[in-house]
């Protein structure tokens, strides 16, 4: 599709950011709504769902031969099949009603013009911005951002080509063979994740590195395998304050300047940084020229179409990485315009909580058949258990219900050889995503045959299970089946059905969040995290124990005393 064709009917439905509207509110001072099990329609569910749980997929395939086709949803070639799950149309018909007394619709809205829905932090939300046509108009505090939005994106571009068609030179006037992303979490998962999905896109000549871990193992043996003179570091770090990034940037630094006997010219041919904090940039070093900025309302772990996406464009290109963000923009357009009953984030996110609070599933499965998306359950536990791993609600009220599920995942068919044994005859119910490309770019034999053949075979087998007598009487044998899946299927994971999926995740989190009355865009786990490595590493000179408990201190001291000798080996 063309982004013309993309860009004709922009979000929001109610066209709240279109031309010359002013769209920046601040969320009112209102006594707080009731909570989602206050609510009728939640009693409601409870109610339907015991009754649920005593239907099995079997009897609602074999009493409607349609169900196959009924329950799929079909956006620009992007399918979902939704209909392996223990529902019927009065479920769903519950869900959104459910949706809909939460406001979900209400607060979508909010989200797309800007409103400062983040209120912990009180920023807007707005991703989304990311990947609109320069011709939009968002508001935030009165300014229209995206004059900002396109310019980076320019900027970006002049940039990747540079490092892809030679002309950005070394130091010693060489072109770039390798690209080092130092970045952790968000700053980290989704361009490496992208990076390795779209590898079959990869440019030739440019290798992509990525490095997260404080553990010297992952920037020593990245370095042992780089070229200082043929070497582009990019510092990935939206507060470039992050204890992890700048030790090992330091690092790299240190590596470079060694081997340019410290002349810190060789910096601005070498280093680049992708972050929101100008005067830190600096500080380290890096020029003003070579920084690719980005707003406090991206937050990190939707920040791959912010700067942080600069290895993506390095490596596919930046046409690529525009046809990455025109498919999240599609999908924002489905999510914003498709009735809710249509609606794929909307229907994904409600049957995700339909488990998750009336049929207690603690977890979900994210089972890529592709071997590219490797990294994408790591990529979407980050984006859902640290957006919904929350218990109190943007009031301050603490939720009676569970929120956000445990996520974990393999791509398939290694997983099937691993852990599916628990999904199939396991106490727990796990719903599944399986996604599945129909082309493959690594035609090689009929792998990609016996690949789809193992997706299509085993969302069926969840759901039909095998009775006792087709088990040769043999209870061992005997699988339950009613174990609720959905696949997503595209013709080909190119960057513009990559971003549709991202988008879809992006949006099914914030549905979920919206209803439970979450505000999924603060981590106050993560920033606790960062605080306490810096209590710890702040005893260490003095080996001071005071306050810790007696088993963190016996730690610290075994680790303390012992520490230096392990170093002088
Ligand atoms: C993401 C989180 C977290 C963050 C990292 C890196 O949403 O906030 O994963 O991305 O802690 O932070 P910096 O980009 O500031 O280094």
Redo the contacts with the bound molecule.
């Keep these: 599709m063309s982004n013309e064709a993309v860009n004709q009917n922009i979000p929001p439905k109610n066209g709240a950011a279109k031309s010359g509207k002013k769209t920046t509110k601040t969320v009112k001072k209102t006594p707080p709504p009731p909570m989602p099990d206050e609510r009728p329609e939640w009693g409601a569910l409870g109610r339907h769902a015991q009754k649920m749980k005593n239907t099995h997929m079997r009897d609602l395939f074999a009493n409607d031969p349609e169900r196959g086709t009924r329950y799929a949803i079909d956006v620009e070639g992007f399918y979902c099949d939704f209909s392996k799950n223990i529902m019927t149309d009065e479920t769903l018909d519950l869900l959104i009603g459910l949706a809909r007394a939460c406001d979900l619709e209400g607060w979508r809205e909010k989200m797309f013009t800007g409103e400062k829905i983040n209120v912990t932090e009180n920023r807007a939300v707005l991703h989304t911005a990311l990947r609109r046509p320069a011709e939009d108009i968002v508001e935030v505090d009165g300014e229209n951002v995206m004059p900002f939005v396109h310019e980076v994106l320019g900027r970006m571009q002049q940039f990747s080509d540079s490092v892809r068609n030679g002309t950005w030179r070394g130091f010693t006037d060489k072109e770039v063979t390798d690209v080092v992303n130092i ?5 980290d998962l989704g361009p490496y994740m992208v990076c390795e999905a779209l590898k079959p896109f990869a440019h030739e000549r440019i290798r992509m590195h990525f490095v997260s871990n404080v553990d010297g193992a992952h920037i020593d043996e990245t370095l042992k395998a780089i070229n200082p003179e043929t070497t582009l570091f990019l510092i ?4 470039f304050t ?1 204890q992890e ?1 700048m030790a090992n940037a330091q690092t790299a630094k240190s590596w470079l300047l060694n081997h340019y006997s410290g002349d810190t010219a060789a910096i601005a041919k070498h280093f680049a940084a992708l972050s929101t904090n100008e005067p830190a940039v600096q500080d380290f070093g890096i020029d003003s020229a070579n920084m690719f900025p980005f707003k406090d309302w991206v ?3 939707y920040s791959l179409w912010s700067a942080i996406g600069m290895p993506i464009a390095i490596s596919i290109g930046f046409d690529r990485f525009r046809q990455l963000l025109d498919g999240a923009h599609a999908m924002d357009r489905h999510f914003c315009e498709a009735p809710l009953e249509r609606n794929m984030p909307v229907i994904l996110g409600l049957l995700g909580l339909w488990y998750r609070c009336f049929f207690g599933a603690q977890s979900t499965a994210i089972l890529p058949y592709d071997q590219h998306l490797h990294r994408l359950p790591a990529y979407l536990q ?1 984006a859902d258990m ?1 957006s919904n791993g929350k218990q109190v609600d943007r009031y301050g009220r603490r939720l009676r219900f569970p929120t956000g599920p445990i996520l974990f995942g393999e791509p398939g068919t290694n997983g099937q050889h691993a852990f599916y044994q628990l999904i199939h005859q396991g106490a727990a119910l796990i719903p599944c995503d399986f996604i599945a490309s129909i082309s493959t770019r690594n035609p090689v034999g009929n792998h990609h045959q016996l690949l789809l053949s193992n997706v299509l075979a085993q969302p069926r087998a969840l759901m039909n299970g095998r009775s006792l007598a087709d088990s040769g009487k043999d209870p061992q044998k005997v699988f339950e089946g009613n174990r609720p899946s959905n696949v997503l299927l595209v013709d080909h994971m190119d960057p513009y059905h990559l971003g549709m999926m991202i988008a879809l995740y992006e949006h099914k989190i914030f549905v979920q969040g919206m209803i439970w009355g979450l505000n999924p865009y603060d ?1 106050w786990g ?1 920033e606790l995290g960062k605080v306490l490595a810096k209590d710890v590493l702040g005893r260490w000179d003095e080996a001071q124990c005071d306050g810790l408990d007696s088993s963190t201190a016996e730690l610290f001291k075994r680790i303390r005393f012992r520490f230096q000798s392990w170093q002088d080996l």
Excluded: D, H
């Design positions: 970045g952790i979490g968000g700053s990935a770090s939206k507060t992050t990034t937050g990190g772990r980050q640290e981590q993560v």
